[in-house]
C-alpha cells in the first residue's frame, strides 16, 4: 500500500515539478513591522523595533524642526517623538484634541525614538532575497532613505532605512552632502533621564525653554521655588496632560500669577506697613536707594512714602530707573487718584492749579527718575536699599549673575534688598533672608 502511495506521488511529479516545490519553499529570513502613510505600504525592520504604542500631548520642545512633535515619557526613558509624515512632507491629517498617536518605537545606535504614522499593520515575514533595490517611483520620499522594496501577498511595501533617516552627528560629519538626519534636528545629545532628575524636572525645563522664548522670563535660582510650586498648579489647570506652552497666551497664562501685589499700582496702606515693621532702624543722615524697573513711577513713590514715614529725619535720594523712555518721561507727572490720596498716603499729597493731586515737593525730591538700562554700567553711590521687585526673572540668567554681582559691589554690609513677591536672592551666593508673613527683604551673609 505505501508503495502504490509513492507511486502515485512520483506518477504525478516530473523533473520540473520537483524543482517548482522547491521553489515555493522559500526561506523566511527577514521580519518587518509594516506601517502606513498616507494609503502607502512601508516598513521598518524588526530587529530596530522596540515596541508599538499609542500616544498623545507629547511635551513641546523649543527650537526644533517641524517634524519634531516633542518628547514623551516611556516608563522613565524621555524619548524625541518624530512624525515622519512631516519629515517627507507627505500631507498629515488634520490633528484631534487628545487623540492617541499610532506610534513604532525603534532604537537607533543606542537611542530610542517614537515615530509616528498613520496606522500600524502587522509583522511581515519575507526572504531576504526578495528585496529589490530602490527606485524612485516607489515613494514620495528620497530615495536616499529607502533601504529596498519587497512583495508580499500583493502589496508592495517600502522599506526604510533607519539608520540614514536617524543618522548621528558622527555619519553627518562623515557624508555631510548625503544626510539630513533626524537626531541631529531633535537634541544634540540623547534625552535621558539622568540620576535624580523626573520627568517632572524636564517638563519644567521644556517649559521654562518655551517662557524664555514667548515670555522673556528665565527660570534661575531666582525663581525656581515659584516655577515648582507653578507648575503643580498648572497641572491641575491642565486636566488633558497637555502641559506645553505654545503661543504667548500660553507664556502669559502660566506667568499671570507671578508678578508682584500693586505691580503698576500704588501700594495699599497695609503693604506700606507691612514694609514698616521690616525696615531697620537707620542711624544715618543719608539714605540712598536704587529702585530699578521703576515703570510709570507708582513703585518710586509709594517706597518715597514709606522711607519718609519709617525714617523722617534722614536725607532720602531715590535712583529710579527703567529703560522704557515713555513711562520714565511722564513718571514725574503722575497723579494721584482720590482713592490713594487719604490716609497714609494724605500727608504726602497736595493739589496742583488745575484742581489734580499731585505728590508734594518733598516727596518729588526724593525721587530721581532716570532713562537706563540697569544691565549698563551705572555711577549710582554706594546703597542702603535696592529694589527689583520682578526684574531679575526677566533677565537671560548670565545676565542675572552680573546684576547680583553688581548688588552686592553697591550694596552697603548693613544694606538690604527687596526682591518681587516670588523671587529670592541665591542662599549659596551668600544672602540672607529675613522674613515676616509674605513680606521678605535679603542681606548680606
Known amino acids: 500500500m505505501e508503495e502504490m502511495k509513492e507511486l502515485k506521488v512520483n506518477a504525478g511529479l516530473g523533473i520540473g515539478d520537483t524543482d517548482s516545490l522547491h521553489d515555493q519553499m522559500i526561506v523566511v529570513d527577514f521580519k518587518m513591522v509594516t506601517f502606513s502613510l498616507a494609503g502607502k505600504d512601508y516598513a521598518i525592520d524588526i530587529m530596530r523595533v522596540k515596541e508599538i504604542a499609542k500616544a498623545g500631548n507629547f511635551t513641546y520642545v523649543p527650537n526644533t524642526s517641524p517634524f519634531v512633535l516633542g518628547v514623551y515619557n516611556l516608563r522613565g526613558d524621555i524619548i524625541p517623538i518624530i512624525d515622519l509624515r512631516i519629515f517627507f512632507n507627505i500631507p498629515v491629517p488634520a490633528r484631534k484634541k487628545n487623540q492617541p498617536e499610532s506610534m513604532v518605537i525603534i532604537n537607533v545606535q543606542d537611542q530610542t525614538f517614537g515615530v509616528v504614522v498613520d496606522f500600524i499593520d502587522k509583522v511581515v515575514g519575507v526572504s531576504s532575497s526578495t528585496i529589490q533595490p530602490p527606485h524612485p517611483i516607489f515613494g514620495d520620499i528620497n530615495i536616499k532613505y529607502i533601504h529596498g522594496v519587497v512583495e508580499n501577498g500583493g502589496r508592495l511595501y517600502i522599506l526604510l532605512d533607519v539608520d540614514k533617516i536617524f543618522a548621528s552627528r558622527q555619519q553627518k560629519e562623515e557624508v555631510k552632502e548625503d544626510l539630513t538626519p533626524v537626531a541631529a534636528s531633535v537634541v544634540r545629545e540623547p534625552v535621558k533621564l539622568q540620576v535624580g532628575q523626573s520627568s517632572e524636572n524636564l517638563d519644567i525645563k521644556f517649559i521654562g525653554d518655551t517662557l524664555s522664548a514667548m515670555g522673556k522670563f528665565y527660570i534661575s535660582a531666582v525663581n525656581e521655588n515659584w516655577v515648582k510650586e507653578r507648575y503643580l498648579e498648572w497641572k491641575d489647570m491642565r486636566p488633558s496632560g497637555n502641559l506645553q506652552i505654545q503661543s504667548e497666551n500660553d507664556a502669559g497664562e502660566f ?58 529725619r534722614a536725607h532720602i535720594k531715590i535712583f529710579a530707573n527703567d529703560s522704557d523712555l515713555l513711562a520714565i518721561s511722564n513718571a514725574p507727572m503722575l497723579s494721584v487718584p482720590d482713592e490713594v490720596a487719604s490716609g497714609i498716603y494724605e500727608p504726602y499729597i497736595t493739589k496742583t492749579a488745575s484742581g489734580s493731586l499731585t505728590f508734594s515737593k518733598e516727596i518729588k525730591d526724593m525721587i530721581l527718575f532716570e532713562y537706563h538700562d540697569c544691565t549698563h554700567q551705572n555711577a549710582v553711590p554706594d546703597i542702603d536699599i535696592i529694589v527689583a521687585r520682578d526684574v531679575l526673572s526677566f533677565m537671560n540668567p548670565n545676565v542675572q549673575r552680573t546684576m547680583i554681582e553688581e548688588f552686592r559691589e553697591k550694596l552697603k554690609n548693613s544694606g538690604l534688598i527687596i526682591l518681587g513677591h516670588n523671587e529670592a536672592m541665591p542662599k549659596q551666593d551668600g544672602w540672607l533672608r529675613n522674613s515676616s508673613g509674605d513680606i521678605v527683604i535679603f542681606t548680606k551673609e
Do not use: D, H
Not at 536707594?289 to 519718609?308: M, N, P
Open 255 to 312: 506667568l499671570s500669577s507671578f508678578l508682584s501685589p500693586f505691580t503698576k499700582r500704588f501700594w495699599s496702606e497695609a503693604y506700606i506697613n507691612a514694609y514698616y515693621k521690616m525696615l531697620p532702624e537707620n542711624t544715618s543722615s543719608v539714605i540712598n536707594v536704587w529702585c530699578i524697573g521703576c515703570g510709570q513711577g507708582y513703585e518710586a513713590y509709594s517706597l518715597a512714602v514709606l522711607l519718609r514715614m519709617r525714617y523722617p
